[in-house]
C-alpha cells in the first residue's frame, strides 16, 4: 500500500489543497472536492478518483475546496474521536495503546488503521467514535474545517504502515458489522399490514439504510423513498422526532442531488413518529384511528409497498 508522500507533506505545510489533492492521487488515494464537509460531485463514491489530472481539473474548478477521501479504497479505516467521550470509548477499545497515523481535527483526531477485511460501512463504537471505510469518507489535510480549524497530520512519520485495528476494536466493529443485517423492528400486535404485523420487509429494509450524513448520494428519484426509509430506521432505533428531523435534514443537504424541500423531509419526520414506537410496534390505535386521513393512508401504502419490495430482493 502505497502512503503519503513527501510532496503531500510540503504542500500540506504550505496550505495548498490544490497542490496536496494532487499528491494524495499520486500515492493511489481517491480523493473528490468537498464544500466544508459536502460533496462537490454528483455520485462521490464511485467518481472519487487518483487520477492526478481529473483532481486538477476538479479544484481548478473549485481552488477553495477540502478533500474528501474513502479511506476503503486505500485499504484502511479510520476512526473519528470526537472529545473527551470519544477519548474513553477509544481507550477502552485500545485504540490509543500505540501511535498510528493520525490526523488532528476540529475537536479530536482521525486515527489510520489497516482494513480488517470484509465491508466496513458508516458505524458507531459509541459516544464520540464513529467509523469510516467503504462507504463513507473522511477530510484530508489542509482542508480547513467550518470552525476555521486546519486539519492537520499529527505524525511525521507517515512512511510508517498504519496499524492493525486492535482485537477488541475489531472484534467489536465485526460484531455490530454482523448485527446490522437483523432486524430493527419487532413484530406489533396492532395492525399494520392488516395481519397483525409491521411488515417483516421494513425490519430488513431499514436495517440496510445508511443513515449517515456523510454516506452515499442521493439522487432524484430515489431521494422520497430513501429518506423516507432512513426515518423509518432512525424510529425503530429509538430517535425521537427532533433528533429525526434534524438527521433527515443534513442528510438531505449534504447527500440528495438536488435537495428535497425542507417542508417534505420534515413531514416524514413527523408521520414516521405518529406511526411507529421505537425498538417496536405501531401505537396501539394509532392506525386504526387515523386510516381515514389522507396523509396516514399514504405513510401506510408506503409501509406496504416497502415490505413488498423487499420480498424480492436477494
Known amino acids: 500500500m502505497t502512503l503519503l508522500s513527501q510532496e503531500a507533506l510540503t504542500a500540506c505545510a504550505a496550505d495548498d489543497r490544490k497542490a496536496a489533492a494532487m499528491a494524495y492521487a499520486q500515492t493511489g488515494w481517491k480523493v473528490f472536492p468537498l464544500e466544508g464537509k459536502t460533496p462537490l460531485i454528483a455520485d462521490w463514491p464511485n467518481r472519487a478518483s487518483d487520477d492526478p489530472e481529473q483532481v486538477r481539473q476538479w ?154 450524513v456523510e454516506g452515499p448520494a442521493i439522487h432524484e428519484g430515489k431521494r422520497d423513498d430513501t429518506i423516507r426509509d432512513i426515518a423509518c430506521s432512525l424510529r425503530g432505533k429509538g430517535w425521537e422526532e427532533p433528533a429525526i428531523r434534524d438527521r433527515l435534514r443534513a442528510i438531505n443537504t449534504r447527500r440528495c442531488v438536488p435537495p428535497l424541500p425542507q417542508s417534505v423531509v420534515d413531514e416524514k419526520a413527523r408521520r414516521v413518529v405518529r406511526v411507529i414506537q421505537p425498538n417496536g410496534p405501531v401505537r396501539r390505535g394509532t392506525l386504526l384511528r387515523d386510516q381515514g386521513r389522507p396523509r396516514e393512508r399514504s405513510l401506510l401504502r408506503d409501509i406496504r409497498g416497502q415490505a413488498k419490495g423487499a420480498g424480492n430482493e436477494r
Do not use: C
Open 59 to 212: 479544484w481548478e474548478k473549485f481552488p477553495k475546496a477540502n478533500i474528501g477521501f474513502v479511506p476503503g479504497l486505500a485499504g484502511l479505516v479510520v476512526m473519528d474521536i470526537d472529545g473527551p467521550g470519544g477519548d474513553a470509548v477509544a481507550t477502552n477499545l485500545g485504540l490509543l495503546a500505540e501511535p498510528t497515523l493520525s490526523v488532528k481535527t476540529s475537536r479530536g483526531e482521525h486515527l489510520y488503521f489497516k482494513h480488517p477485511g470484509g465491508r466496513i460501512g458508516n458505524d458507531k463504537l459509541g459516544n464520540g467514535l464513529d467509523v469510516r471505510g467503504d462507504s463513507g469518507y473522511v477530510v484530508l489535510p489542509p482542508s480547513v474545517h467550518e470552525s476555521g480549524a486546519i486539519y492537520t497530520w499529527q505524525s511525521l512519520d507517515v512512511a510508517a504502515d498504519p496499524l492493525p485495528l486492535p482485537p477488541k476494536a475489531k472484534a467489536d466493529l465485526q460484531r455490530r458489522q454482523e448485527g446490522a443485517a437483523q432486524p430493527g423492528l419487532r413484530p406489533s400486535r396492532s395492525g399494520a399490514n392488516g395481519r397483525g404485523q409491521v411488515p417483516r420487509g421494513i425490519a430488513g429494509t431499514t436495517a440496510r439504510v445508511d443513515t449517515s
